[in-house]
């Protein structure tokens, strides 16, 4: 499967971004898609995942309650709703599937498929 990063931006601090991961067929119902994101200088990091079938989400402490991870079956898109943004959340975002069973889902040797990257910057 092959997976298209899109919104990213420019924003002031406090604003809000709308990322898209769209996928070139229909992704199974045991997949999970994931967003990740690299700063420049720091390793790729976890940011939220969500179960294609299921819509359980799972984010890290840093992003709970800021970012909502959701889904459009209908459309093989992945969103990723970023409000309240930050300076530190600066990075290029990636978007990931796994069709792996029995996985954490928030490390990078968990995908299979990723996106070729969305450059989000946030101005102070």
């Known amino acids: 499967v092959q997976l298209q990063a899109s919104g990213g931006g420019l924003v002031q601090a406090g604003g809000s971004l709308r990322l898209s991961c769209a996928a070139s067929?229909?992704?199974?119902?045991?997949?999970?898609v994931g967003w990740f994101r690299q700063a420049p200088g720091k390793e790729r990091e976890f940011v939220a995942h969500i179960g294609w079938s299921t819509g359980s989400t799972y984010y890290t402490d840093s992003e709970k309650g800021r970012f909502t991870i959701s889904s459009d079956n209908a459309k093989n898109t992945v969103y990723l709703q970023m409000n309240s943004l930050r300076p530190e959340d600066t990075a290029v975002y990636y978007c990931?599937?796994?069709?792996?069973?029995?996985?954490?889902?928030?490390?990078?040797?968990?995908?299979?498929?990723w996106g070729q990257g969305t450059q989000v910057t946030v101005s102070s």
């Open positions: 990931a599937a796994s069709g792996l069973y029995g996985r954490s889902y928030d490390r990078e040797g968990d995908f299979q498929y």
């Open positions: 067929r229909r992704f199974f119902s045991t997949y999970t």
